[in-house]
């Protein structure tokens, strides 16, 4: 069973830095697109960035400077660390794969975690 676990989410204040990581098992995602999407309350979910397992990455514009995703093959782990934070980056952070591209769309991806919650105070 392919299963893709989130961890690292948790409260921390405006300025500060989380890392989140994302572990799938069931099969190697060695040579899968991995990425992170977000959704806060109220709003759809949104793309926030993603790495081909050549390395290429891809950011949204929020994301851009701040955020940076990184994946660990071996280890069948994916990353992203979240600097500066700010209040509007609160959302649920969700880990999820694809087969092929770079895609920034949700319906393009397949298999997703349940999600950890980032909370950025003021």
């Known amino acids: 069973q392919v299963q893709l676990v989130e961890s690292g989410g948790g409260l921390v204040q405006a300025g500060g830095s989380l890392r989140l990581s994302c572990a799938a098992s069931?099969?190697?995602?060695?040579?899968?697109?991995m990425g992170w999407f977000r959704q806060a309350p109220g709003k759809e979910r949104e793309f926030v960035a993603v790495i081909a397992w050549t390395g290429i990455t891809y950011y949204a514009n929020f994301a851009k400077g701040r955020f940076t995703i990184s994946r660990d093959n071996a280890k069948n782990t994916v990353y992203l660390q979240m600097n500066d934070l700010k209040p509007e980056d609160t959302a649920v952070y969700y880990c999820t794969s694809t087969k092929v591209g770079v895609p920034i769309k949700t319906d393009e991806y397949d298999y997703w975690g349940q999600g950890t919650q980032v909370t950025v105070s003021s």
């Open positions: 069931g099969r190697s995602f060695s040579t899968n697109p």
